[in-house]
């Protein structure tokens, strides 16, 4: 800012930019380093804030002008400060202009972008997009967008599980944020998983074509149909693999198939189905592994019966049914 001591109109933009938080990197740093170099320095920056905080955000412009003029004739009236008063007024001219600017904005510029959000319970739901696009959402899984969606990016966020058909729009990619991680597309059916505080989240490509970003990941990776990449969110490791889409989409046809699957990724599955949390007492029991089919029509007493039958193992649930603990001990409240 050298050239403020030789030119006060420009000082007074300055003040003006700063007291409307316009300054920022270099512009910021050299203005405090102004406003902290002389007294009169900053007595015109406190001369100038006085004019602007006086102002009425609700006046009209040709109100503003008059208070602000008669600001001038009182500051006129002395006469130790007449020269400063050349580029005083200079301000109020500006800050009129700043207020008309103001309420311009204020008349024509759209409200901020409300958000939508869609949250399941025991039971899928299906839902469609502003632009078309469908989404299949699991159970107990949740669906965030804004009101601007589509006009620059078409933007989702998710907590859960969600099949989605995407309608093709090359120029407004559609993407997925869950979690740490962020799917690209711009037309294609795709399946992502991704519970918030479970290790795993999985993303599998039915039909199109999807891009994989993840900030813990340093390059993006492309799936072709068929593929799904397995993200452990703890340590950061990708596995992309050919995806059994019997299995992964088997959840759209309300039933959940598990082949070879060890017992602890069976009950995270059917826990998000039925809103709980299951635990094992013993940390070797969730390694063991099973084959089977559970439908969503089955209730928790059923499916605990069933692993029951393949395991021996016993439930025991908490106060209020949310965590069920798998254990080999006599349980003393089953379901």
Same mark, same amino acid.
């Given at each position: $800012?050298?050239t403020m001591k030789k030119r006060n109109d420009n000082i007074g933009l300055a003040i003006l930019h700063y007291l409307e938080r316009q300054l920022a990197g270099h512009e !910021? ?51 130790? @400060? ?7 007024? *200079? ?6 202009? =700043?207020?008309?600017? *103001?309420?311009?904005?204020? %008349? ?28 299949? $959402?699991?159970?107990?899984?949740? !669906? ?13 966020? !998710? ?7 995407? #309608? ?37 490509? #039915? ?10 990941? @340093?390059?993006?990776?492309? $799936?072709?149909? *068929? ?35 060890? =017992?602890?990724?069976? =009950?995270? %599955? ?46 025991? @649930? ?13 349980? @003393?409240?089953?379901?």
């Open positions: $800012l050298t !910021l740093q050299r203005f405090k380093q102004w406003l902290g170099a002389s007294d009169d320095n900053r007595l015109e920056y406190e001369q100038v804030k006085s004019i602007y905080d006086e102002r009425d955000p609700h006046m009209d412009v040709g109100t503003g002008w008059t208070r602000l003029s008669m600001k001038m004739d009182r500051h006129d009236r002395d006469k130790r @400060k007449v020269k400063r008063l050349k580029w005083v007024s *200079g301000i109020a001219a500006a800050l009129c202009l =700043l207020l008309a600017a *103001g309420l311009f904005i204020v %008349k024509h510029s759209p409200a901020p972008p409300t958000t939508l959000t869609y949250v399941t319970g025991n039971t899928p739901s299906q839902l469609s997009l502003p632009d078309g696009s469908a989404v299949r $959402l699991a159970s107990n899984s949740r !669906l965030v967008y804004h009101s601007d969606y589509g006009e620059d990016t078409r933007r989702v966020i !998710l907590d859960g599980e969600a099949f989605f058909v995407v #309608k093709k729009d090359a120029k407004h990619p559609f993407l997925v944020q869950s979690q740490e991680q962020t799917t690209v597309v711009t037309g294609t059916e795709f399946n992502v998983c991704s519970y918030p505080g479970e290790h795993e989240s999985t993303t599998t490509l #039915k039909q199109g074509s999807i891009r994989f970003k993840s900030p813990t990941f @340093k390059r993006e990776i492309d $799936l072709h149909p *068929g593929e799904m990449i397995r993200f452990n969110r703890q340590d950061g490791s990708i596995t992309v693999c050919q995806a059994s889409l019997e299995t992964e989409l088997a959840w759209l046809e309300n039933k959940h198939v598990f082949t070879d699957a060890p =017992l602890s990724e069976i =009950l995270a %599955k059917m826990g998000h189905v039925y809103n709980c949390r299951f635990t094992c007492d013993d940390p070797d029991t969730g390694q063991m592994r099973y084959t089977g089919t559970f439908y969503d029509t089955d209730s928790l007493t059923v499916f605990l019966r069933v692993i029951k039958t393949l395991t021996g193992l016993n439930a025991t @649930k908490n106060a209020d049914g949310t965590i069920v603990t798998l254990t080999n001990q006599p349980n @003393k409240k089953t379901s």
